[in-house]
């Protein structure tokens, strides 16, 4: 798709809620069109001949066309490093800020050509939707999470809000029931429906499936809109991000959906459902993405950053030039995993590759680290200059305010009023309105919960024979000494200068 093209595909009859009222368009409502056209972007940039190197790879599908190179199976690691870079690529054309981008999906898409058999009786519609996604570079979403109710019960009783299928017909499944989040899930051309928590015990509860968003019984519920509120109280010089950036949450409803059996992926597999998030490539591949766009996004936040310390004075403080190392310390952290994701990759199925899996879980253990650390050193170092602020664009339009404004609230070296408040609006929308605290709500939980994911690189290298090679290299340490001294024949005992060994 282009651009056009794809705002295009999102006027179809899909039932979004927000405020009370069915939303009509998402491609001008206001809360929704500007993510809209900054994701129409992304698609654009296939299309650009100065793009068209980094972000587009010929497919593997036979038709002769072009991807995104995150959507097919990389097979090299120059393939991988591809991957990687085209994924950065659009990263920067939303400044990082849009996690549910179209690539994103790709963790999993890229996966069903090479992991096909894992969906078997299913393996066609995997087959096929590898083809067909990646061929158009469709738009999904997912929701994998069950809602936070009743999270003290075992999915299976919780019947009357989790997914499950309610029937089976010739037709397909009929499936009722809800999941969180789906991110962005309003401007998007399908969900993709799976499972990530405690384990599942019943069929019904065992699916693995996707939908078209405009399939009736398909309903979402919006949170309230950054990008409206945006609009409705200030303006683009005030909320630069939230106004054209804001990927909506949404609580997810099936109410009787059918399902047609061509887009069933699991069904009644109980062990396959569970398998699912560690076997079916995706975890290592939404990691690959998840850090760079992270990398990106931490470049942009350090560009402010150092821009609000010139504009504050602060810049030659010692103090001040500490922290602000350890902000590009931990945006260095982020490109090192992606680069070492990418270049060290795991063997994976007829010579397909998946991003390490040790240095997936890393990311995902010092990204819950990393961001509200950064967050931190910007609300300290840059302290009230993100709310010594005046409220609107307007103010600046108004003749009695406006020689105030450039007299008390310009900035150092130089800086006037209107560019410090422009930078300082960017950075406290990066970390101080919903838009921003949000943002650090959805890095600190962006792959589960805070327990689950260092619980998970413990786990992770047990299965991989890691804590028994740590254990070992210990042992042979231990194995070389006793109470009598060395054991290792090599070294030399301390028998004849030792005070102890030579006491009368």
């Not at 919903?434 to 994911?453: A, K």
Request: charged fraction near 25%.
């Amino acid at each position: 798709m282009t651009g056009d093209e794809y705002v295009e595909s999102l006027r179809d009859d899909r039932e979004v809620w927000i405020y009370g009222e069915r939303v009509a368009d998402v491609t001008t409502h206001p809360a929704f069109r500007n993510s809209v056209r900054m994701t129409a972007r992304l698609y654009d940039a296939l299309h650009d001949p100065a793009r068209r190197d980094v972000v587009t790879a010929p497919t593997d599908t036979g038709n002769g066309g072009v991807t995104h190179p995150f959507f097919r199976a990389p097979h090299s690691v120059e393939d991988m490093v591809a991957d990687r870079d085209a994924i950065a690529a659009w990263a920067r054309l939303t400044y990082g800020w849009m996690g549910r981008s179209p690539d994103y999906k790709a963790s999993f898409l890229g996966t069903l050509g090479a992991n096909s058999d894992f969906y078997d009786p299913y393996q066609e519609n995997a087959k096929r939707w590898y083809r067909e996604s990646q061929e158009k570079v469709l738009y999904w979403n997912h929701a994998i999470i069950n809602p936070p109710v009743d999270r003290n019960l075992p999915p299976d009783e919780v019947g009357d809000v989790f997914m499950k299928v309610e029937k089976e017909t010739d037709a397909g499944l009929i499936v009722s029931g809800a999941k969180v989040v789906a991110t962005g899930s309003a401007i998007t051309n399908y969900n993709f429906i799976a499972h990530y928590g405690l384990p599942i015990r019943k069929k019904e509860f065992a699916l693995i499936c996707t939908v078209p968003m405009s399939a009736p019984g398909v309903k979402l519920i919006c949170r309230a809109s950054y990008s409206q509120q945006a609009a409705v109280m200030g303006s683009p010089f005030d909320y630069p991000l939230s106004s054209r950036l804001d990927e909506n949450d949404t609580i997810f409803i099936f109410d009787k959906v059918l399902v047609p059996w061509e887009n069933v992926f699991v069904y009644g597999d109980i062990e396959k459902i569970n398998d699912f998030f560690p076997q079916s490539g995706f975890l290592p591949r939404f990691a690959l993405h998840g850090c760079t766009r992270l990398a990106v996004k931490l470049d942009f936040i350090a560009g402010l950053l150092l821009k609000a310390l010139e504009a504050t004075g602060t810049k030659d403080f010692r103090g001040v030039q500490t922290r602000a190392g350890e902000v590009i310390g931990w945006r260095n952290v982020f490109w090192a995993l992606s680069d070492a994701l990418a270049r060290t990759p795991d063997e994976w199925k007829d010579g397909a590759l998946l991003p390490k899996l040790e240095y997936a879980f890393t990311y995902r253990m010092f990204m819950m680290q990393g961001y509200p650390r950064v967050k931190e050193i910007i609300q300290q170092d840059v302290s009230s200059g993100l709310i010594y602020l005046n409220s609107h664009a307007i103010d600046f339009k108004t003749p009695e305010v406006r020689p105030y404004l450039d007299r008390y609230v310009r900035g150092s070296n130089g800086i006037d009023a209107v560019d410090r408040v422009k930078l300082m609006k960017a950075l406290w929308d990066s970390v101080g309105t919903e838009f921003g605290g949000r943002h650090e709500l959805y890095e600190r939980n962006y792959s589960g919960n805070h327990e689950g994911v260092r619980a998970e690189l413990l786990f992770t290298a047990e299965a991989m024979g890691t804590t028994a090679q740590m254990k070992g290299l210990a042992e042979a340490c231990l194995a070389e000494y006793d109470l009598d001294g060395w054991t290792a024949p090599d070294l030399i005992g301390n028998d004849d200068v030792s005070i102890f060994a030579n006491r009368r």
